[in-house]
């Protein structure tokens, strides 16, 4: 007998980052090949937009996935996160000409705080939400801090597509393979100041620090790549990355639902106060799952490098949830 279908919303279903996903979804990859869904897809009301999401219903008809049930359209929150188990927050405002970061989180924030009110009325009390739209870790707190009645720790921000770039970068260089890299870890905020840290990094048990030996590498190459690539691939492709964000989506939410086997993955998640993050700030820690629930890595060391780095993007953090205090009053 199949297993009961798993409701999933995806907001900004009909932009670049949606095209590169739902077909995913749809065929398994995200939650298992044993795994019936139903697609709640999102929209703005604008009816370009509206057109522009049926033709991608249309394409995923033409797809007969055996696992997909239904697929619904939407242009309000309320309708499309009904019973959800599972919201991809994709669709966010770009930055426009002209628009500074703080616009662009005033822009955002009205959206975030739409939908996670949306979802606190209507969604599965168990509902686990993964925020992509930038700026990612700001907005998942808005949406968290919008949903007082469901659980805050089922709000996370996407760190993922940072991991898996960090992966990579750290492969190329040391002549090894991603897949026997573990323990990686990218601290903080989706966002150039991001700290992706190598100091506990194995490849096939042994450091990985130690086997690549290069601290000016670390400091002057590694670190700065990882957390500017986003803004290297829209200088190449004039778009911001789709498949590979669509890629991190499906990895961070595969892993949180069907678990690690002790594996460290990076979960944008609500700080407990470990290591020192205040309590409620959505910041990047190394976290193993199982059972559908995320733990943080504990005890690990921090030293002073290490420390001035979480502090960095933590203050930026601290700013951005300033920035919105007025509208989550
Ligand atoms: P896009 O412009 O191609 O698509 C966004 C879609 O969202 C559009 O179709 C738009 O109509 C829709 N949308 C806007 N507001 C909406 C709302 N209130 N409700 C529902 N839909 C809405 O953009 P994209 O390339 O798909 O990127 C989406 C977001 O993801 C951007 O904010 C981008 O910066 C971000 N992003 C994050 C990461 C990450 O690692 N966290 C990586 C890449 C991109
Ligand atoms: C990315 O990391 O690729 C995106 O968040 C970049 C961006 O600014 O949209």
Redesign the pocket.
């Known amino acids: 007998m199949s297993k009961p279908a798993i409701r999933v919303a995806v ?8 095209y590169a996903l739902l077909f995913r979804i749809a065929s398994g990859e995200m939650l298992g090949k044993d795994q019936p869904v139903i697609l709640q897809l ?3 009301p ?1 009816e370009k ?1 509206q057109k ?1 999401l049926q033709g991608v219903i249309m394409e995923l008809d033409d797809c007969a996935f055996p696992l997909l049930q239904e697929v619904t359209a939407h242009s309000d ?1 309320m309708t499309a996160f009904k019973d959800v188990d599972i919201a991809l927050l ?5 930055r426009g000409p002209g628009m500074e970061r703080k616009d662009l989180l005033q822009a ?1 924030a009205q ?1 975030f705080t ?2 996670g009110k949306a979802l606190n009325a209507v969604a599965s009390r168990n509902v686990k939400v993964l ?4 700026p ?1 870790n700001t907005n998942a707190y808005i949406a968290m801090k919008s949903a007082p009645d469901l659980p805050a720790k089922n709000f996370t ?6 991991h898996n770039r960090a992966l990579t970068q750290l492969a190329q260089k040391s002549g090894t393979q991603v897949k026997d890299i573990e323990k990686l870890v990218v601290w903080g905020n ?1 966002s150039p100041t991001m700290y992706p840290d190598i100091r506990f990094a194995t490849v096939n048990g042994e450091s990985l620090e130690k086997k690549i030996n290069d601290d000016v590498w670390n400091k002057d190459t590694f670190i700065p790549t990882v957390g500017k690539r ?1 803004a290297a691939i829209i200088e190449a492709r004039g ?4 498949a590979s ?1 669509a890629n ?1 989506a499906i990895d961070h939410i595969h892993d949180w639902v069907l678990g690690t086997n002790g594996k460290w993955v990076t979960m944008g998640v609500p700080s407990d106060g470990s290591y020192g993050i205040p309590e409620g700030i959505i910041y990047g820690f190394p976290v193993t799952t199982e059972n559908g629930e995320y733990k943080i890595v504990q005890g690990l060391e921090i030293d002073a490098f290490s420390r001035e780095r979480m502090d960095k993007t933590l203050a930026e953090l601290t700013e951005e949830r300033d920035g919105v205090a007025d509208l989550l009053k």
């Open positions: 907001t900004g279903a009909a932009g670049q980052i949606g999102l929209e703005i604008d937009a522009a929150p994709v669709g966010a405002r770009p955002n959206i739409v939908q925020v992509v739209g930038n990612a921000a996407m760190l993922r597509l940072d989706h986003g778009l911001s990355s789709a964000a991190a």
